[in-house]
Nanobody
Framework: QLQLVESGGGLVQPGGSLRLSCAGLGGRLDFATIGWFRQAPGKEREGVSCITARAYRTNYVDSVKGRFTISRDNAKNTAYLQMNSLVPEDTGVYYC??????????????????????WGQGTQVTVSS
């Protein structure tokens, strides 16, 4: 059974950076689109970014465009989320998950929670001075 494990969260000041990792254990990730999601206290889980399996096509929600970069290394069975210029509104628990099927021309994480599965346990990101 493929298990996803997130890491790299922490406490950072506004304007700072963090790099999150999503490692696949017990199975391969190279067939799947990988998505990053986050959930702030008292709010619903929302999509952040995604990357397709082989063409490495990426997509971002507007609130993180230009600040976050998603990437993956299929040889290491791991995906990453580089987060720069962090703001307090980025605070939350960050999760990764996968979705299968034919590789899309554009992946999506908007209104897409039901299409993703194998959710990790999440990693806490806190942006505060």
């Amino acid at each position: 059974q493929l298990q996803l494990v997130e890491s790299g969260g922490g406490l950072v000041q506004p304007g700072g950076s963090l790099r999150l990792s999503c490692a696949g254990l017990g199975g391969r990730l190279d067939f799947a689109t990988i998505g990053w999601f986050r959930q702030a206290p008292g709010k619903e889980r929302e999509g952040v970014s995604c990357i397709t399996a082989r063409a490495y096509r990426t997509n971002y929600v507007d609130s993180v465009k230009g600040r976050f970069t998603i990437s993956r290394d299929n040889a290491k069975n791991t995906a990453y989320l580089q987060m720069n210029s962090l703001v307090p509104e980025d605070t939350g628990v960050y999760y990764c998950a996968i979705t299968g099927g034919p590789e899309p021309s554009i992946c999506s994480v908007v209104d897409a929670l039901g299409r993703y599965h194998n959710w990790g346990q999440g990693t806490q990101v806190t942006v505060s001075s």
